[in-house]
T-cell receptor
């Protein structure tokens, strides 16, 4: 079974440019998460989807970040415009269920460098 | 508030036991987790423990939970070089879904 797929794996852009990250969750997983991982830190939740509905986006900086999950499968996270402080790893995860211990399966992440 | 703290680095000799510690602040945590992250990879769930348990064993892994002190530990028996990675402690809360709050991670280095 394929795991969570993310692309690109690496992205280098200049500040003020837009950037987008793509995530394909594990087949059948209704819950999808986007996390931000700064260097030397643990992941922090940005947004959670239940199917196509964003049910927790309280940590998403909405002035520059946006996300969508069309048809409740793949998801895209966008930053426009990017700032130097956005340099980090963006992780996507999915789970079969939202409640209980619900194991979250993580993708390898997209490492963003903003110059 | 929600806060999870871990020591940043641990070095052990191959074959010895490793003990990674974690403290958390929110007593309403429902589940506590240990994730492993290898270089260039995403996080992999190692094990979790329900908050009303005090111990869980899974092969070489032993999780101990002291709810009174809000202290969680992960013991890896017979540590191997393949165990070298960053280990994250995380807590989750009730209320519909398992929102995870992660610690900063402990880097485990295993040397011969």
């Amino acid at each position: 079974e394929a795991g969570v797929v993310q692309s690109p794996r690496y992205k280098i852009i200049e500040k003020k440019q837009p950037v987008a990250f793509w995530c394909n969750p594990i087949s059948g997983h209704n819950t999808l998460y986007w996390y931000l991982q700064n260097l030397g830190q643990g992941p922090e939740l940005l947004i959670r989807y239940e199917n196509e509905e964003a049910v927790d986006d309280s940590q998403l900086p909405k002035d520059r970040f946006s996300a969508e999950r069309l048809k409740g499968v793949d998801s895209t996270l966008k930053i426009q415009p990017a700032e130097l402080g956005d340099s980090a790893v963006y992780l996507c995860a999915s789970s079969l269920e939202a409640g209980g211990p619900g194991e979250q399966f993580f993708g390898p992440g997209t490492r963003l460098t903003v110059l | 508030g929600e806060d999870v703290e871990q020591s940043l680095f641990l070095s052990v000799r191959e074959g010895d036991s490793s003990v990674i510690n974690c403290t958390y602040t929110d007593s309403s945590s429902t589940y506590l987790y240990w994730y492993k992250q290898e270089p260039g990879a995403g996080l992999q769930l190692l094990t979790y423990i329900f908050s009303n348990m005090d111990m869980k064993q899974d092969q070489r892994l032993t999780v101990l939970l002291n709810k009174k002190d809000k202290h969680l530990s992960l013991r890896i028996a017979d540590t191997q070089t393949g165990d070298s990675a960053i280990y994250f402690c995380a807590e989750s809360f009730s209320g519909g879904y398992n929102k995870l709050i992660f610690g900063a991670g402990t880097r485990l280095a295993v040397h011969p």
